[in-house]
């Protein structure tokens, strides 16, 4: 398979945690990276393999992954983590990039 | 301190050739490992990677747009161009250039601000 699958939609009550999935054969073998995309504006890198922050990001948002699923955890959600979420990846078959439908986080 | 620009049309009509470029500062595309991605997004649609180009002048592009895509670089200019034939409405989206983390094929570290292609007659 050359797809990555994400729930449309979530939501987490404020302060609380929450978890966001992205499936796909590829992500047996690569880490899926994370992005955070506010209306309007290009997406932010928010993680990146094993679990990896960029400069600047919160400690709150982490990174695990098991079998062919990624996840983006964030521990005590604010109401400015309220965005789409994507993830991607490569491609298991070659130097293609995969992107995953992305996540709508509702912030209650 | 990284940079990337998007320029080009913002409207084009269908059956014509998309031209876009991105000029970024901060790092060179001659510099190993370094690598340019186009990435797009239709109105209220999900991402989608079109091509990249290598330090190394490798290519690479999305299996369903191969055949209408073409990438290039001006190291000299710090430009990425690609560019698009045939467009029709459904390639109305935002594109963006993008760089990844060095080492990565996909891991965009920096963005550009996205330039919005309305296709129309």
């Known amino acids: 398979s050359s797809e990555l699958t994400q729930d449309p939609a979530v939501s987490v009550a404020l302060g609380q945690t929450v978890r966001i999935t992205c499936q796909g054969d590829s992500l047996r073998n690569y880490y899926a990276s994370w992005y955070q995309q506010k209306p309007g504006q290009a997406p932010v890198l928010v993680i990146y393999g094993k679990d990896n922050r960029p400069s600047g990001i919160p400690d709150r948002f982490s990174g695990s992954s098991s079998g062919n699923t990624g996840s983006l955890t964030i521990t005590g959600a604010q109401a400015e983590d309220e965005a789409d979420y994507y993830c991607n990846s490569r491609d298991s078959s070659g130097d293609h990039v995969l992107f995953g439908g992305g996540t709508k986080l509702t912030v209650l | 301190q990284v940079t990337l620009k998007e320029s080009g049309p913002a409207l084009v009509k269908p059956t014509q050739t998309l031209t876009l470029t991105c000029t970024f500062s901060g790092f060179s595309l001659s510099t190993t490992g370094m690598r340019v991605s186009w990435i797009r997004q239709p109105p209220g649609k999900a991402l989608e990677w079109l091509a990249r180009?290598?330090?190394?002048?490798?290519?690479f592009y999305s299996t369903s747009l191969k055949t209408r895509l073409t990438i290039s670089k001006d190291t000299s200019k710090n430009q990425v161009v690609l560019t698009m034939t045939n467009m029709d409405p459904v390639d109305t989206a935002t594109y963006y250039c993008a760089r990844t983390k060095p080492g990565s094929g996909w891991t965009f570290e920096y963005w550009g601000q996205g330039t919005l292609v309305t296709v129309s007659s």
């Open positions: 180009i290598d330090w190394d002048d490798d290519k």
